[in-house]
């Protein structure tokens, strides 16, 4: 499946991975951390951020073994085609498992915040028009996108510095208020914020310039760092550690004290550009699940597949309508697959692979 005309940038694989990342989670973010961890929450996210990283290059640590063929041929490689499709398998159900949710998130968020009065499997079906119009392409057109949307989206990041000035940085303080203990039970929460930077099992191959992979992802997740840092530090001073846990989503709502002649509700104008952000996290997982099925089925053209995909994911919808409570409980149960997909298996397939290639030199010799 892999041409020339499908190889993708290091600025294409950066921005790919960052923008996977920076999904939906934003927007509850600092709520999530204010109730486990406090005000202290923004440390969780530079530990959450170190394991990410850290596994990230474990994954171009393992790439490397196979580097003209996704983890996929990897397997297939090392351990026969069964595993290699019982593999595809897996991973298939695990990334339209996290395309459904965003997906539907998404959709519940517009619900929520700007067209209350129509149906979610409605807005679930406008979005997949858009959706199959961008995914349909090869993997050099979703990394055009997600350059695109983050040069074009950037200038959201400066309105959250326009509340600052109502900020209370006492709020912040004392530092490490509860101890350790709080941030490092809150890790498993916030590191679904990362998660994300396993599709470097599939960007891999199409890379132009492989040696700076590991390079690349570390960038990937500094940036996402950097954007979480700023929204999250920025509403922990900006509402006090018990108001930040009354709002569902306090990253919008702390734009509302914004105002500008020419611009009555500035957040819904902001909300309106973030949800192309979300669309750069659910794009290349709606990607990689019909890249597998298409795999599965040794076919090059995924677009069929895609097609099938977007009919279920609005059957799905309309047959079993989302909530929030759904959608959340749902992500909860991701989040432990996430956990074994995005960290133990790339630490364990490292060690194998490393260890079989140290007797294959030594059974040289």
């Not at 170190?50 to 474990?58: D, E, G, H, R, V």
């Not at 108001?243 to 611009?263: A, D, G, R």
Request: neutral net charge; glycine residues 4%; proline residues 4%.
């Amino acid at each position: 499946m892999k041409n020339i005309k499908s190889e993708i940038t290091l600025m294409q694989y950066i921005l790919l991975i960052h923008g996977v990342q920076m999904g939906v989670g934003v927007l509850t973010l600092p709520r999530e951390l204010a109730e486990k961890a406090g005000t202290d929450g923004w440390m969780v996210l530079i530990l959450s951020w170190f394991l990410s990283t850290t596994a990230s290059l474990i994954i171009i640590q393992v790439m490397k073994k196979h580097p003209d063929g996704t983890i996929l041929d990897l397997l297939t490689h090392y351990f026969g085609k069964w595993v290699g499709k019982a593999a595809a398998i897996i991973f298939v159900l695990y990334f339209a498992v996290l395309a459904h949710v965003i997906f539907a998130r998404e959709a519940l968020f517009i619900q929520a915040w700007i067209l209350s009065y129509i149906e979610v499997y409605v807005l679930i079906l406008l979005l997949s028009i858009p959706s199959y119009l961008i995914v349909r392409e090869n993997i050099k057109i979703l990394g055009r996108y997600a350059e695109f949307i983050f040069f074009m989206t950037l200038w959201t990041l400066i309105t959250y510095l326009l509340p600052l000035e109502y900020a209370e940085w006492l709020h912040l303080l004392p530092v490490l208020k509860e101890g350790w203990m709080p941030i490092l039970t809150t890790v498993r929460a916030a590191i679904f914020s990362f998660i994300g930077f396993e599709i470097a099992f599939f960007l891999y191959p199409f890379l132009q310039k492989k040696e700076k992979a590991s390079i690349g992802i570390v960038v990937a997740n500094t940036l996402s760092l950097i954007m979480f840092l700023i929204i999250t530090i920025g509403a922990f001073a900006f509402y006090s550690p018990d108001e930040i846990t009354l709002y569902n989503e306090p990253t919008i709502e702390m734009l509302k004290v914004i105002e500008f002649q020419f611009i009555e509700r500035l957040e819904i104008v902001v909300f309106s550009f973030y949800l192309f952000v979300i669309s750069t996290t659910v794009l290349p997982f709606m990607f990689i699940t019909v890249f597998c099925t298409s795999w599965l089925a040794g076919k090059q053209d995924h677009r069929r597949h895609l097609i099938w995909f977007l009919l279920i994911e609005c059957a799905v919808v309309a047959l079993f309508p989302p909530s929030f409570d759904r959608n959340t409980l749902l992500q909860q149960t991701i989040e432990q697959a996430g956990l074994i997909v995005a960290f133990a298996f790339p630490l364990c397939l490292w060690a194998y692979v490393s260890l079989r290639g140290l007797f294959k030199r030594r059974a040289i010799k």
